[in-house]
């Protein structure tokens, strides 16, 4: 014990205790506590290792000092728990935990409940059971220290003194418990807690700026699994607060900064917006700054620096900071080698070395930088147990540099050889066997051998891996999971069913093809409408067998669970864990596919019902991928596939090929957060041009109508000019590259679409939709829900003059350009039904307003503006307006609010949106998902949605609508209302005729639905 560190009295106390070693004294054993607690203090404000542990030195002499049976025995034991505490924190020492955690239960069990002293003590004895539950994984502690907690905060007065720190033990223990089972009422809890906690801090508390640092970090939990920008902000602005009030010499300021960083970082990931990421990484900085070399948390803080530092130097494209990334690695993996080179950490900080080099070797070309990337990741694998969750990472990693071209000296960089693919391939399928490799890292694994294997033609092999990486689909993507999880979920398995529908197109199995691109494509859609509809799958299963399905469930959310703690012995708990609840889960499915009638459960869905959807028509599904472009004509006999060489890449416009780009691109690595951002590409999708419309036409839609046109699919065209009941329908489905291609528009020359031949005999096919009455759906699912909506939609029986008709305007928005036709859009449509139907016309209406009027109308017209969010689509949304108090203020009517409505299902009929991107989702890694607001109203239970692919001009907008209200209307030799589809098809074609060279103008807006 050093000398210097001792005032007088704790010295003079020392004498005694050395002098007669079984002293009891309770002068001296209180006045070693007391000075044990200042050392301890002392020590939260420097961080010097010295400090903390001559207090627990003191506090252990003090406890051998209490006489037995004194009534205030219980003090020092109390000083000498919490101060083992903070040294296991420092050392995580499991051995040092268990004293304190002995201690601190001896405590509890001997001071009965009424004494003033147990709610302290018990709120101690929680935080034990936690730190246990954090190095055991096993939530029998953490649900007793929350139960304890419960109790201890029920009998806590409002004014209590200890009050706050109390809340704030709640509320971390909540949150531990959010984080493992991702209930967002316990995160909702967790954060009312800890908000309580900051409310009721008095002045001047020197633990205030913790709990607002706890209320930051739980609130940042819950942000991850809602995604609600709100919260977010609040988890940053409790942070700051937090940091500004905590002194730069406190022992915990590294720890919030660092906490406040990565809250940032989660803003930039957001918003794209280029100051929180500098941000971010400055504070990053100063985390490592402030840490004194002594202590083994600045190696962490300085990893996290240096990620942080490489997402900035790749936004801005600084190859000089990437270089100073991979020095700060170095230092991170010289300290780790040095201190313990057989800690799991040295293998994190190898790989994370690795990873930066590989970034660097990947932009420059370097060879030296390639084949140390390569040297250093080996290196991470193999010091890494084959059980280890990370070691499926590590392995992409590998495989990722070891595949990158090698640029030789004097070598023409176009004709750069591949890296070793053999190699590479083997880390692919390692890390895709790994079944403690969490199930993302397994799904992108298994896109890089699929990719690898169909470069060599394997096909058959090619489609055993693709079946196997479909069915961790469901595990991945859970029926349970909150939508903003099942979103997140579906940003990393993109992409993997249209892969695996080409792999299975080559094989020549195309009803397979169709049925694993029907399972792994609008998984989030096809449970919102699950949920609207008759349960089947495992909704069915938890009535009819719910102890089973409640088995399924848990084992889904375990195999899952993030591993993300630091202690070795933890680590060690949750991958056993995950490890067998993915063997379990094996058994576990074979038993529900024993069930009568559960055979296929959460396997592909039965073909044959597939095809009964295309009984009004066929439903041509246009899948073009990397591996294969084709087409596919679904009718009730079957599957016709059609190969489509004219679609590849090569042939493509320069935008079509960067689609295709970006598409291969994704399976390089596992997708990181901001890879759901939409490119910077503009807000028009593909198909706005004269040269897509002409290649999507002679690559994909001609041969698919000369084939239709064999096979008599396709009614003839009536000298009358066409109505629905001499056309086909036609329901297009794209996939991969091909979603959201506008098929409807696709022609020869968009000047001059229509040929009639010189004979009078017909006309020569020169675009779709001189063929066809065109229809979408963003699946062949999606369709038979909307045609089970329609079978109870009264509107077709009954008289016109029973339907109701809505149309929001919104001529101004606040913020937002004015749209001047959106007044005489309203009109007209006003015009239109006058004489058929009430029309109710609600200009600058409320979000609230909108949806209160929504159950019951018959059709539904909104002209106003729309967005497509580019991060989440479940916040796509209207833009409407409310009372501001000072003036009127932005409204929006989102995705999740319309999709949820209660409509009238036996009159909800149309949905007209007359506004910009209606169709689109903006978000580039969940096009596939098809969450746009055209399908929200789907959803809803709307049988038929017009909406818009792209921006919509505001004057086509008006002469559109009107056009196609007025063809609606007035069907030719029919009753009632004209079909939808038809009645959009010829009002296009009359616009096109106006605006021939400007399909921008023309082409947007597509009918989705029955």
Not at 4 to 29: C, F, M, Q, R, S
Not at 119 to 138: C, F, H, I, K, P
Not at 886 to 891: E, I, K
Request: proline share 5%; glycine share 6%.
């Amino acid at each position: 014990m050093e000398e210097d560190l001792l005032p007088p009295l704790i010295a003079n106390g020392l004498e005694k205790v050395l002098a007669n070693p079984a002293i009891k004294d309770y002068d001296v054993a209180e006045n070693l506590s007391n000075h044990a607690i200042i050392l301890k203090g002392e020590y939260e404000i420097y961080g010097e290792s010295q400090l903390l542990e001559t207090a627990v030195q003191l506090a252990h002499l003090a406890v051998e000092a209490m006489p037995d049976g004194h009534f205030n025995r219980m003090f020092p034991l109390n000083n000498l728990a919490a101060m083992l505490h903070l040294l296991f924190q420092r050392t995580h020492d499991t051995a040092v935990l268990a004293d304190a955690a002995r201690i601190c239960k001896k405590i509890v069990d001997e001071t009965p409940e009424d004494n003033g002293m147990w709610t302290g003590r018990a709120s101690n004895l929680s935080v034990m059971y936690e730190a246990q539950y954090n190095v055991t994984g096993d939530t029998t502690y953490l649900k007793q220290g929350i139960e304890l907690m419960r109790r201890v905060v029920g009998v806590t007065s409002e004014d209590h003194w200890e009050r706050s720190g109390l809340l704030g033990n709640l509320a971390n223990q909540l949150n531990s418990l959010f984080k493992r089972y991702r209930d967002l009422a316990v995160g909702g809890e967790a954060i009312q807690f800890a908000q309580q906690a900051v409310d009721c801090s008095r002045p001047g508390d020197p633990e205030a700026p913790e709990w607002l640092n706890s209320l930051g970090v739980t609130l940042h939990e819950y942000y991850k699994r809602s995604y609600e920008a709100r919260v977010l902000e609040l988890a940053i602005d409790a942070c700051r607060k937090s940091v500004a009030k905590t002194p730069d010499t406190h022992v915990a300021i590294a720890r919030r900064l660092d906490n406040l960083s990565e809250l940032l970082r989660s803003s930039f990931l957001r918003t794209g917006e280029l100051d929180a990421m500098v941000e971010s990484a400055r504070l990053a900085e100063q985390a490592v700054n402030s840490t004194p070399d002594v202590l083994a948390e600045k190696n962490d803080w300085k990893h996290n620096y240096a990620t942080k530092l490489m997402l900035l130097a790749e936004v801005t494209d600084d190859i000089s900071m990437m270089r100073t990334v991979v020095e700060l690695f170095r230092e991170c993996v010289q300290s780790t080698s040095e201190k313990d080179p057989d800690s799991p950490d040295h293998a994190t900080q190898l790989n994370s070395l690795g990873w930066a080099l590989g970034k660097i070797a990947r932009k420059t070309g370097d060879p030296a930088a390639r084949m140390e990337a390569v040297r250093v990741l080996q290196t991470s694998v193999d010091a890494t147990a084959e059980d280890h969750p990370s070691r499926g990472q590590w392995l992409m990693n590998l495989g990722n540099v070891v595949e990158l071209p090698v640029h030789e000296a004097n070598q023409d960089a176009a004709s750069v050889p591949l890296g070793d693919a053999d190699r590479a391939l083997a880390c692919y399928v390692e890390s895709f066997e790994s079944l403690h490799a969490p199930s993302v890292i397994r799904m992108a694994a298994a896109r890089n051998v699929i990719r690898v294997l169909a470069g060599r033609e394997l096909w058959e092999r090619a489609g055993q891996v693709a079946e196997s990486a479909m069915q961790l689909l469901p595990i991945i993507c859970g029926r349970q999971a909150t939508r903003e999880d099942q979103q997140n979920s579906a940003i990393h398995v993109s992409g993997l069913a249209a892969d695996t529908c080409s792999v299975f197109l080559k094989l020549g199995h195309a009803a397979k093809a169709i049925q694993w691109l029907e399972f792994g494509r609008g998984i989030v859609l096809g449970y919102m409408m699950d949920d609207k509809q008759e349960p089947e799958a495992l909704s069915s299963l938890q009535q009819r067998h719910p102890a089973l399905a409640a088995r399924y469930d848990t084992l889904r959310l375990q195999a899952q669970a993030p591993i993300n703690a630091q202690d070795p012995a933890l680590i060690d708990v949750l991958r056993h864990q995950r490890w067998r609840a993915i063997q379990d889960m094996v058994s576990c499915l074979a038993d529900i596919r024993k069930l009568d009638g559960y055979g296929n459960f959460l396997l592909e869905p039965d073909f044959d019902e597939l095809v009964a959807q295309a009984v009004d028509g066929p439903i041509v599904v246009v899948n073009l991928t990397d591996i294969g472009s084709d087409a596919v004509i679904v009718t009730p006999n079957g599957a016709d596939a059609i190969p489509l060489p004219k679609a590849r890449a090569v042939q493509a416009p320069s935008l079509v090929q960067r689609a295709y780009t970006r598409f291969g691109a994704a399976r390089t690595a596992l997708a990181s957060e901001r890879d759901i951002y939409a490119e910077e590409d503009g807000d028009d999708g593909i198909g706005t041009s004269d040269e897509e419309l002409m290649w999507l036409w002679h690559g994909c839609v001609k041969p698919v109508v000369s084939r239709m046109r064999e096979n008599k699919l396709l009614g003839l065209r009536g000298d009358d000019g066409g109505d629905g009941d001499v056309l086909s329908r036609v329901w297009w489905i794209g996939s991969g590259v091909a979603t959201a291609l506008p098929f409807h528009a696709a022609c020869r020359d968009t000047a001059h679409a229509v040929v009639t031949t010189s004979d009078g005999g017909g006309c020569t096919v020169e675009s779709a939709a001189d063929q066809m009455i065109p229809s979408y759906a963003p699946t062949i699912k999606s369709l038979g829900y909307s045609r089970s909506r329609a079978a109870s939609c009264g509107v077709v029986g009954r008289a016109v003059k029973a339907h109701r008709v809505l149309v929001v305007a919104m001529p101004t928005t606040p913020g937002q350009r004015a749209l001047k036709g959106a007044d005489r859009e309203a009109d007209a449509i006003k015009d239109i039904f006058a004489p058929l139907s009430p029309c109710q016309v609600l200009r600058h209406p409320t979000a609230e307003q909108v949806l209160a009027c929504i159950p019951g109308s018959t059709m539904v017209h909104f002209a106003c503006h729309g967005s497509a969010d580019l991060v989440d689509p479940l916040k796509s949304r209207f833009m409407l307006q409310k009372d501001g108090g000072g003036g009127p203020a932005a409204d929006s009517l989102t995705f999740s609010m319309i999709s949820a409505a209660t409509v009238t299902h036996d009159s909800s009929w149309l949905a007209f949106l007359s506004a910009c991107s209606t169709a689109a989702v903006r978000a580039d890694r969940l096009k596939e998902e098809s969450l746009h607001l055209a399908s929200a109203f789907q959803v809803a239970g709307f049988v038929h949605i017009v909406a818009a692919l792209w921006p919509a001009d505001d004057d086509a907008c008006t002469r559109l609508a009107a056009l196609f209200y007025t063809h609606l209307t007035c069907p030719q030799g029919q009753s009632g209302y004209a079909s939808p589809a038809s009645a959009l098809r010829r009002a296009t074609l009359q616009l096109q005729s106006e605006y021939p060279n400007r399909p921008s103008i023309w082409a947007p807006f597509i009918h989705i639905g029955a």
